[in-house]
């Protein structure tokens, strides 16, 4: 079992940043992928960012390439989400899992409760 808790979400304005952060606890976190998913209201899940078990390798949805940067510190069973240049198609609850997989969110076996990101213009 992986138990997984978020935080860092809130209110930030349109260009602004927020960070989130994602601490692990229980089996071993630097075993699994990590990833980032949201989930706005009436829509379903998509994936944000991943970052394989050395954080060498990084993989990012297209709306927010450039803008968002994953990391993870396995010393501190930490993954973190940078989010800078927010715009109004950000705000969501987003989630950190842990599983095997890239983008599918069926190949995260973990999930976090999630945490909310509002955006003002």
């Known amino acids: 079992q992986v138990q997984l808790v978020e935080s860092g979400g809130g209110l930030a304005q349109a260009g602004g940043s927020l960070r989130l952060s994602c601490v692990a606890s229980g089996r071993s976190f630097s075993g699994y992928v990590m990833g980032w998913f949201r989930q706005a209201p009436g829509k379903e899940r998509e994936f944000v960012a991943t970052v394989n078990w050395s954080g060498g390798r990084t993989y990012y949805a297209d709306s927010v390439k450039g803008r968002f940067t994953i990391s993870r510190d396995n010393g501190k069973n930490t993954v973190f989400l940078q989010m800078n240049g927010l715009k109004p198609g950000d705000p969501a609850v987003y989630y950190c899992?842990?599983?095997?997989?890239?983008?599918?969110?069926?190949?995260?076996?973990?999930w976090g409760q999630g945490t909310q990101v509002t955006v003002s213009s």
């Open positions: 899992a842990a599983g095997v997989g890239r983008a599918n969110p069926a190949a995260y076996r973990y």
